[in-house]
């Protein structure tokens, strides 16, 4: 399965990563990080394909995703 990580104190919660995902890995999550942002979670990573869609176009390069 592939490994997503998040750093959720850099997220500012745009919710692109959310978009761009062609199969609905994340989810908004119900809690904010210390700047009140909230941010996402993979709640579904075993859909990954590696397309790393996500982690290219983060704007805050919030996103890294690796094959286990
Ligand atoms: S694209 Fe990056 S900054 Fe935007 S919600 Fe996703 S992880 Fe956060
Ligand atoms: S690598 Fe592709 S499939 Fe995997 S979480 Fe990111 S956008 Fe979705």
Redesign the pocket.
């Known amino acids: 399965m ?1 490994k ?1 990580y998040i750093d959720k104190e850099v997220c500012k919660g745009c919710r692109l ?1 959310i978009h ?4 609905e ?2 989810e908004m999550s119900n809690q904010r990080n210390k700047k009140g942002y909230i941010f996402p979670e ?1 709640k579904h990573p075993e ?9 290219i176009n983060c704007p805050d390069l919030a ?1 890294y ?1 690796e094959e286990d």
């Open positions: 592939t997503i990563c761009l995902c062609p199969k890995v994340y993979a859909k990954c394909i590696l397309c790393k869609n996500c982690e996103i995703v």
